[in-house]
């Protein structure tokens, strides 16, 4: 009889988990979202095993988690922003760039939690609190960015949006000066063990609810050049969904 029900316990758990409703990470339950399959060939803190938005109210919680600690690595400072290295974990989302300042239809609108030790993006703040502002590149941080394929970055490559020379395109009131369409908007990430999560308050809640999403970890790189194309992606970690289909429903 023990043996019997141990089997049926072993039975249940093993097709919540297969239908995806839930799942574990470190070893809390984790309801909804995307789950992925722990791959031992990825970095484990970029080893996505969850990937989720929610909301309440106004606020919309993007959230992550990895198989390892999130936030662990961080690239090697070279001293200099040509040719320097960002990593990033990142929501590419179906939201419309436009709901959070850029032109409308300008590519695919995603919230990104970046470091990168070469270079401060985030002028208005100091998150280091040394009362310094253009020197925290390094500690994780958000930002919205605008992603588009951009075969200069390499074949089927991404790379953020670049501004081109003269034009003066709809930017949000935070974007950071660059000539790509990034903005800096200050939300702060909270990385947590095996977690990473920001909270962004939007005016009309909706765009996120009526929206999909995906998870991905990545390298992006700056031009050697320092000219366009500025920002690529060079190193895809992984992908939440396993090939970019966006199949997440927030609150779902």
Not at 125 to 130: I, L, R, S, T, W
């Amino acid at each position: 009889m023990r043996q019997n029900t141990t089997q049926r316990f072993a039975l249940a758990a093993a097709l919540a988990l297969a239908i995806g409703g839930v799942h574990a990470h470190d070893g809390k339950a984790h309801t909804g979202g995307i789950p992925s399959t722990a791959n031992k060939a990825v970095t484990a803190d970029f080893d996505i095993v969850h990937t989720k938005i929610s909301t309440e109210k106004n606020i919309a919680t993007f959230h992550m988690a990895v198989s390892g600690k999130a936030g662990k690595s961080t690239p090697a400072a070279t001293g200099k922003l040509a040719g320097s290295d960002v990593f990033s974990y990142v929501w590419p989302t179906t939201i419309d760039p436009y709901e959070v300042g850029f032109e409308k239809g300008a590519g695919i609108l995603a919230m990104a939690v970046t470091a990168h030790p070469d270079f401060d993006d985030t002028p208005l703040y100091d998150e280091n609190g040394d009362g310094k502002l253009d020197n925290d590149g390094n500690l994780w941080h958000s930002h919205w960015v605008v992603l588009k394929p951009n075969e200069a970055c390499g074949p089927g490559a991404l790379g953020v949006v670049d501004i081109p020379e003269g034009s003066k395109p709809r930017l949000p009131k935070t974007w950071p000066g660059f000539p790509i369409l990034l903005d800096s908007p200050g939300w702060s990430p909270t990385l947590n063990a095996e977690t990473i999560e920001v909270k962004v308050p939007f005016d009309d809640i909706g765009v996120v609810t009526a929206g999909s999403f995906d998870g991905v970890t990545a390298g992006l790189r700056v031009n050697a050049s320092v000219h366009a194309p500025l920002l690529c992606v060079v190193d895809v970690f992984k992908v939440a969904s396993g090939n970019l289909s966006l199949p997440g429903k927030p609150n779902q």
